[in-house]
Nanobody, 120 residues
Framework: QVQLVESGGGLVQAGGSLRLSCAAS????????MHWFRQAPGKEREFVAG????????RYADSVKGRFTISRDNAKNTVYLQMNSLKPEDTAVYYC?????????????WGQGTQVTVSS
């Protein structure tokens, strides 16, 4: 069993930055690919970024490429999402998820989410 807890959300002005963290319990963190998703009000949950178990491979949604960076620290059981040049359309609840592969949309565990609000 893995528990995921996101933190780091908040209110920021457009153009600003935030760093989200997702801390995982348990000793198996390094065996999971990790992902960030987001869900805006009235919209479906959408993929944001993913990182492989080792951290070598990453992938991003086109909407965040060049602005967001996903990283992980397996020694700390934590995955991060550095968000720069934030836009109002980035406003959403951000969730982390753990799954078997960076390339498959299959997830074993989800966090509870953290709110990010970008004001114009």
């Amino acid at each position: 069993q893995v528990q995921l807890v996101e933190s780091g959300g908040g209110l920021v002005q457009a153009g600003g930055s935030l760093r989200l963290s997702c801390a995982a319990s348990g000793r198996t963190f390094s065996t999971y690919a990790m992902h960030w998703f987001r869900q805006a009000p009235g919209k479906e949950r959408e993929f944001v970024a993913g990182i492989s178990r080792s951290g070598v491979s990453t992938r991003y949604a086109d909407s965040v490429k060049g602005r967001f960076t996903i990283s992980r620290d397996n020694a700390k059981n934590t995955v991060y999402l550095q968000m720069n040049s934030l836009k109002p359309e980035d406003t959403a609840v951000y969730y982390c998820a753990a799954g078997p592969s960076i390339w498959t949309m299959s997830f074993d565990y989800w966090g509870q989410g953290t709110q990010v609000t970008v004001s114009s």
